[in-house]
Structures are given as C-alpha cells and as structure tokens.
C-alpha cells in the first residue's frame, strides 16, 4: 500500500454518473443525420476522449472541412444538453457517496478530473458542485487524455504530488493519462485493460481502505 495517499481524482462519466448514453445518443443523431454508419461498439471507442478526438474517431479517417467540424460538435453537444436536462441526483452512480464520505472521513482531498466541457453542469444536476476541493474539465488544460495534463492539474490545486493521489477511471485514456503522470489508478468496468494498479467492476460496496490495500 502507498504510505502516503492524500487524495483522490474522479473521472465523471463512467465513474460518478453514467453519462454515456447521453452522449452515444448525441453523437448517433448527428451520425444518422449526415449518414455515418456509428454504433453502439463504435462508441465505446470514444469513451473518456474529449468532444473533438471523438469526432475524428467517428469519421474514421474520411476528410472534414473545419468549419464543418466545429458546427457537427455544437450541433452534438446541443443534443446532449438536451438528454442532459433530464439528470437528478438518482444518476449518481451506486458506491461513489459512501466512498466519498469514506474519504472524507479519511481527510483525504477529492478532485475530479473530467474531459467534459459540461461537468459543472453535470455536476450540478446531480446535486454535486460543492463535493469536489478542485474542479478540472475540459476547459482546464490544453492537451486531453492520455495526456496527464488533466490530473496534474488537479493534483496541483489539492496541493498533492501524483504519487499522493489515485485516480478513479473508466476509460482506458484516462488510465494512461493516470499513469503517464505517476498516479496511482484504479481501473471501472469492462473498457480499461491492464494498466491500471487495481481493476474494479464498479464502486458499488467499494470499500476505501482495502482499495488502498491493494495497489
Ligand atoms: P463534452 P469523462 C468525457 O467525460 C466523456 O467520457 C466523453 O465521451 C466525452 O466525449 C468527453 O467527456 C467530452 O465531453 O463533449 O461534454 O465536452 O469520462 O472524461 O468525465
Ligand atoms: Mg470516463
């Protein structure tokens, strides 16, 4: 076990909430309406990546004009927003208020570290804008996932060193950016492979002190 962890660093969608439907169903709608084949299988692909590399990946490699880029992505996340709406405090995802309270418990430091340019909103619909000491979203830093410039950044803000602080993911992006920047990483569900120091099926039943433990 670390001696030393004095914080931990959320990914939103997949980790706090579930958030990607919303955005399967956005990106869908756009795809049908301009006839790109997408699927469900194509989107898990896209997991964890930020608004404009999911797009790239949708298009597969076929040429798009930037102007055209940039309207597809305000026409996508206008129909996220619209799913966005219907979000309570019900999405939050089984395991993560006990683990949080666990941490707090513990006087350990909480982050979230999202790619979302909508996590405050997120957030915010789940009854959640003032459970986290920093904030990062996709309008912290330049450069996204696998990048690590996301979680230091956070990690800079709780005043914390990477080796201080594990990184809950569930996005294989997110655990390479976890570990390009010294992280500790625990690795949700099905889509992250074996780079994670931990891999959990979710947080239900998560008990913080075994999950410690165990990296
Ligand atoms: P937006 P996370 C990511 O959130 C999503 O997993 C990914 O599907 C999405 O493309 C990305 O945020 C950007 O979201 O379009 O709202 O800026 O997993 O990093 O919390
Ligand atoms: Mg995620």
Redesign the pocket.
Known sequence: MPADIRGLIF????VITDT?EY?FRAWKRLADEEGIPFTRADNEA??????RE?LNQMMKGAPLDETTAQAWMVRK?DY?LEWLQDITPDAILPGVPSLLAQARAMNLRLGLG??????KLVLDKLGMHDTFDVVGD?YSVVNPKPEPDLFIWVAGGLGVYPTQAVVFED?EA?IQAARHGGFWSVGLGDAVGSLSHLRLPSLANAVLKDILASL
């Open positions: 990914d939103l969608d997949g990607a955005h896209l997991r964890g990546l930020s608004r999911s996340n996220y999202s790619a979302s340019k909508n996590a996709g996005a997110g």
